[in-house]
């Protein structure tokens, strides 16, 4: 199925939502499906490698950072995903994969400590740090899938029994890992703090 950017009214959104809810799936990442990151997240080491990140950028080939940060961010999914359990997901739409989702302890992405929004949730106060949230295949913004693959990380949460997850969201951008403050408040988030009003960090408990 082709989504056609036109404009559409409230029974167009249900009848796409509904076809989508039938080829859509969102599975756990594992260290079998790390592959299937959507290409343009799978050299992302923005939260994890903060300086690497950008001392790469500056001395090294875009065809050089990208084998390598591949590299790293899978060792970073195997050493979180046996240490914290399930650190990501994948959504697939008729088993491509379209969006991705990434979260962890704070203390597993050190440019949380980048932000001037502070303080950050830690692991031992049953909080969790969501780095990302990407719809990749921009077929599928604006089809209520941000908000369904967020309700399948809350979901997952909730069961290992977390007390809060929080991330920085983008006032008035949606140019941001994780999406626009916006898309947040709409969710059941509040604003914990916005000692920088361009990206405050907000919180929603579980």
Not at 116 to 138: N, R
């Amino acid at each position: 199925m082709h989504l056609h950017k036109q404009t559409l009214n409230n029974s167009d959104l249900l009848f796409i939502f509904q076809r989508l809810r039938i080829l859509v799936r969102i599975e756990d990442i594992t260290e079998a499906s790390l592959p299937g990151i959507p290409e343009s997240c799978r050299a992302c080491v923005y939260w994890e490698l903060p300086e690497e990140f950008d001392k790469a950028k500056a001395e090294k080939t875009e065809s050089e950072r990208r084998s390598e940060f591949e590299r790293k961010k899978r060792e970073w999914f195997v050493r979180t995903m046996r240490e914290f359990g399930t650190c990501g997901k994948i959504v697939y739409y008729d088993d491509k994969s379209v969006a991705y989702a990434q979260f962890a302890p704070s203390e597993r992405l050190p440019n949380t400590g980048h932000y001037e929004s502070h303080p950050v949730g830690k692991l031992e106060e049953g909080v969790v740090f969501l780095s990302c949230l990407y719809i990749a295949d921009k077929e599928f913004r604006g089809k209520g899938l941000g908000e369904t693959l967020l309700r399948s990380i809350i979901d997952d949460l909730k069961r290992r029994e977390f007390k809060a997850i929080e991330t920085f969201a983008r006032r008035g951008n949606s140019d941001n890992p994780s999406g626009p403050l916006e898309f947040y408040t709409r969710n059941g988030f509040i604003i914990k703090d916005q000692t920088n009003p361009e990206f405050p960090l907000v919180r929603r408990s579980l």
